[in-house]
Structure formats: C-alpha cells, structure tokens
C-alpha cells in the first residue's frame, strides 16, 4: 500500500532490543548532560575551574572501569545494567567532592603545603570514605544472591562501581590534586 513506508521485522525479540537500544542512547545523553551539570556545579561550588575539573575526571575513570569490567567478564547490557553509568555519577561525585573539599580544607591549616594537606585530608575523609564504601559494597553484594540473574547483576556491579568510585576518590584524585595545586 502506497502509504506504508517503513516495513520490518517484529515480534518480542526486536522489540526488546529496540527498547533497549532507545534506553541506553537515552542514557549516554544523560550521561553526558549529568556530567557536564556536574562539572559546572563543582566549578561553582568550588569556586576554582581547575578544582571542578578534577574533582570530575575520577567519575569518567569510574564509569570506564565499570564498562571495562562488565565486558571482561561477560556482563551484558540490559535495562539494569545500563543504568550504571548515570548511578556512577552520582556515586562518583559525592566522594570526589567530599575529597577535594576537605584537601582544600586541610591545605590552609597546613599552611599551604600539598602533601601535608593530602595527608590530612586522607586521614580524616579518606578513611570515612573507605567505611562509608565498605558499608555500601557490602549491602549491595548481597544482591548477587537475588534469584532473578538481572538484580544480581546490578548488585554485584553497583557493588564493584562503588569500590572503583573510592578507589578513585583515594587514589586518582589526591594525585590530581597535587598537580594541580600551586
């Protein structure tokens, strides 16, 4: 008929996949959108660009070890799974915040002195952190005994996301940091 002009397959599997197609480009253009949010708050909020900048850059580390794990070990993209990535922000950014803000905190009552300052902030914000992500992990690796293989997934990769966001809140971030203190 002269007014069909899009003709294709159809059934359960391709619509399926068509969902999910739409759910995670949906969701790399909010990954992106909460991103950039993020990187203009933490400028504002901050008051430096270079503080806000690299208070974000562990939270893309963070969603590229997570992807770079799923695919290692066999994860696939569902609509669980694809969720990860925008939960990583805000996983992400709420320990790269509290990092950098104490560093920044502890650096005046040192005295202006980088090292001495990271020092300081790892002792007293590092280590909530580490309990505040061991807490969490924990709670979420119990979801990999959830009978439905879908929410094992995502607890077992929520847990993983959120040791990998403190890893980079702890490790990456306090190198950042040094090098971008005067």
Not at 69 to 89: D, R, Y
Not at 92 to 103: L, S
Request: with cysteine.
């Amino acid at each position: 008929h002269p007014s069909i002009t899009v003709a294709g397959l159809t059934g359960s599997p391709y619509t399926r996949q068509a969902g999910l197609d739409a759910t995670t480009d949906g969701l790399q253009k909010a990954f992106l959108i909460a991103v950039i949010a993020c990187l203009i708050i933490a400028v504002v909020a901050m008051r430096s660009f270079r503080y806000g900048v690299v208070t974000i850059i562990p939270i893309m580390l963070v969603v590229a070890w997570l992807y770079a794990f799923m695919f290692a070990f066999g994860f696939g993209l569902n609509f669980i799974t694809a969720t990860i990535a925008a939960i990583s922000v805000g996983v992400g950014i709420d320990y790269a915040i509290h990092m950098t803000q104490r560093f920044r905190e502890e650096l005046g009552r040192a005295g202006g002195d980088p090292v001495e300052g990271l020092r300081r902030a790892a002792g007293g914000t590092g280590a909530a952190l580490i309990a505040s992500a061991t807490t969490s992990i924990l709670g979420f690796a119990i979801m990999a005994f959830a009978p439905m293989p879908m929410f094992a997934s995502y607890g077992i990769l929520t847990a993983v996301m959120i040791f990998l966001a403190a890893v980079a809140s702890l490790a990456v971030l306090p190198s950042l940091l040094l090098l971008v203190t005067p």
